[in-house]
């Protein structure tokens, strides 16, 4: 810093003599600058926490919010502040490092986002010396992976977008920085690789987020619901990511991933649903380990949606359909249950979201005492008590446990949601039922698009091509297959 | 909003499907059918399914009418119990001797027609009544149909391969080549027993074939691809010795010489390669050329057992050989109608040529 200061000190007096030449043409913005200060005050008044320091005889006013700032730094500037004359204000000003600001809105960003503002007669000045307080980088916890990177993104951008520089470096890999909101703006910047992803979506995507002025947008998960296209679709449209090495994989594909501040989550698009049902854990594996895994997955998918439909189906309507060998202990542990099987099943499946939503929300160390009394009351209890049969509970507890194998959190959770329709639809018709939900949800997905691009790409439309990069995991090629 | 409106009536109007929960349903898995000096209702259908008892146990019951049809009977069982009679778990269904004997398609036709009865349930004839081996409480034995089921399985995977379920029997029945059997159970000593088999001409019982007659009757139709060969032979000169032989049949067809002469000549072949498992006589069946020797006895034997079969069904007019099936592919369709196949089948000439082939003598010496 004392060596930064020197420098300062010498281009002050190379510009010194300068200075005096243009003094007349400062006259219009001296009044500038006394505007943007009346209105900095007006705006930030019932502000307690807005720190000022003011230097009477260099007329200067400096505002910040002491918490945003590394102080530090500010103390140096400040005594280097100390030392200079009224008339080198000025010269010490014009540094690069302080930015010059005509706009009040400009002012507000940089004092929010931790820049200290000074004021003098004629501008104001953004100094910035943010405070890059935070939490460090930590693994991921909605997203684990066995072979793979660790990391995970944090709330700060900076160290979000250092994560992703590190992963790809190239000067092609581009940043554009954007905006959202009205009143309070929040900063958005769409990473892409030149070249690779695609200009129109690029267009498209920042159209769309420019277009959003609603407030309070605090998370990637909650922007990202602003700018799809199907807003009342249960599944998750966009691909919202915590880690890095999925983001930079994802850039690679042709995708265009966006960060938000103060947001551990990444965006991705366009993708579509089998983006979803990968992990990085496939690419670790060998590609016959990992193609295995990913099918696993589509069955878990079915078994999640189908398999306590399919227990009321068959109960309700189609006896006809039990091996002969099931039938006695079917019959032995139907026969206690008041209730018919489509109540309850949904009965214990709304049990198990419930313990799954405690699970969620209490703290970890409470979070225990959830699976012991979720374990024995629903395991033993309830099938003692009579309110539900031994085979149901098993099939409840395939289908949570399929639940929890698909990858994305978001996709999981609106599988959960709309295995309930398929099990009214089962208690209803049955079979039939079954098969016209299932008609509705291929109907549904097929609809669905993500920046313009179908969700169920390769399969519709069908493109058998690139299956291996989306239905499976297909061995890598040793040649390079992009320039 | 006026889509989600319309969708909603249609769910709603549409209403349910007929309920059919498991718990409250009697899921027959087994009838019998007799007959009854009644004139007035002359079947007797004995149905039995399992029943949850109030403890918890899985039980059974068996329920006993006597009526006019097969259906009008379930009608009669319907008021005896008080659960929802359905058929579509049926497993076995059972003939009692009697009424097999005046045919049993007007069963099968009301047992076929029931879309909720599929076609792999199987079929089996009893000895004497049907309602009995229903009836019968075996100790732990749980259900009869279950026991019968498993029986039948059974005895299709060893060298009984009778494999008759209603689709079989049925495909049999409409082939003018060949006839359908069933397998005979019975009761013995509180035990349900395998008894012979039923041989049916088109679609009544003739006669029961005693077990140890049915072997070879298994030997000479091409289903059975392996099993068991047991039989006293005459190794020498008042001295007998039985053996075990564990084979494979490797080749089986059946030839007919020719079209136009009458009687006609046919010739069934088979090739069977075994391995000993038994043998009590006193020479060393290591040897081959005790083996020779021992090959060349059983082939005797099977040829002149399976010819004193053969002529006992041709007798009886039954082809459960299916001769008449290459009789029917050396002549073009006119003749064949205007052949009277089951008696051409009693004049003809029909032996037997077996090749036994020992492949080993087992792991002893």
Redo the contacts between chains.
Sequence with gaps: MRKDRNRFLKDFKLQKDQIRNITSDMRESKLAGESILEQFISDFKNSSDLSVTEFPHLTVKIYYFSYLINKDHYEQFLSMLRKITPDEVQPFLSHSEFKALSDMSDVEEAILSGSVILFTEKQAYELPFQEGKGRSIAPSETETVILGAHDAFVESVDVNLSLIRKRVMSSKLKTIKLHVGNKAKRTVYLLYIEGVASENDLEEIKKRILSVHNDGIVDTNMLVQYIDEYPNSPFPQFYTTERPDVVAYKMFDGKIVGLMDNSPFAFCTPVSFFDFMESMDDFGQRWIVGTFIKITRYIAILVTLLFTALYVAVTTYHYEMIPQALLPTLLESRSKVPFPPVIEALFLEFLLELLREAGARLPTKVGQTIGIVGGIVIGQAAVQAGITSNILIIVVAASAIASFVVPSYLLSASIRIVRFGFIILSGFWGNLGIIFGMGILIIHLSSLTNLNSPYLLPISPMYPKFFKYSLIRGPFKKKAERG | MNKVFVSIIV?FL?G????????D?A?I?AVGYDVTDNEKNPLKLTVTF?I?TKD???DRKTILVEGKSSKEAREKVRMKTNLKL?S??M?VSLFGQEIANKGMLPLLNSLVRDP?I?TRAKLALAEDEASDILMLQIKNEGQNA?YL?QFLTKLNRESLRTNYNIYQFLRDYYDDGIDPILPVFRVEKNNIAYNGIGLFQEDKLVEILKPSEARYLFLFREEMKQGNFVEQIDVGEEEKASIMLNYELKEHHIKIQSSSTNPKKASIYIKLIGDVIEYTGKEEISDPKIQKKIEKLITKKIQQEGKELIVKLQKLQVDPLGINRYVRNKMNYKEWKALDKYQSYQDMNINIEANIIINSSGKWK
């Design positions: 769910f549409t349910c499907a007929e309920q059919r929960i498991i718990d349903l899921l898995n399992p949850i918890g146990k899985y359905e579509g778990q497993r909720s599929g279950t089921e």
